[in-house]
């Protein structure tokens, strides 16, 4: 192969390879803004889902916040009707406290008004027996005047 030959085929393969070099030159840049406007794709989406998230998020939060704030005002109601309770419940114990006592006096008099009166019957008994002994021997004695003449 003379010289010639041999650079007119090194000047083909050099100008094939300049337009293979062209070609994925070309192919290249093509990737790049493919890849580039897949990026930029894929970033626009995770922004979405971002404030999709951010937002779903502040709505949950908001939710907590107010459902926080609904238990906290049941639980100042309950411990309120709690305190209300206790108070009515120390009253009422009170209350029955002081008609134990009540009973237990009243008992206490009964008994002593019931001895008082059981001793005044004996008493009254006994007053009324010697009565009537004496109602018996006044009789008696009258009788007794009768028949000796004296009435």
């Known amino acids: 192969m003379s010289l010639h030959e041999a650079s007119e085929k090194a000047q083909v ?20 803004m493919e890849k580039a406007r897949i990026i930029a794709d894929h970033q626009a989406i995770l922004q979405v889902e971002q404030k999709m998230m951010t937002q779903t998020f502040q709505e949950q939060n908001l939710l907590l916040d107010a459902a926080h704030a609904s238990i906290t005002n049941e639980l100042q109601t309950v411990q309120n ?22 009973a237990q006096d009243a008992e206490k008099r009964t008994a002593v008004q019931k001895e008082l009166l059981e001793s005044t019957i004996a008493r009254l008994r006994g007053e009324l027996e010697a009565s009537m002994q004496e109602k018996k021997s006044l009789l008696e004695e009258k009788e007794r005047f009768q028949r000796e003449g004296y009435l």
């Open 13 to 32: 393969l050099n100008d094939q390879l300049t337009k293979k070099c062209s070609e994925l030159s070309c192919m290249l840049q093509t990737v790049t």
């Open 81 to 102: 009707e709690k305190t209300q309770l206790q108070a009515h419940l120390d009253h009422l114990i009170l209350e029955h406290n002081q008609c134990i006592q009540k």
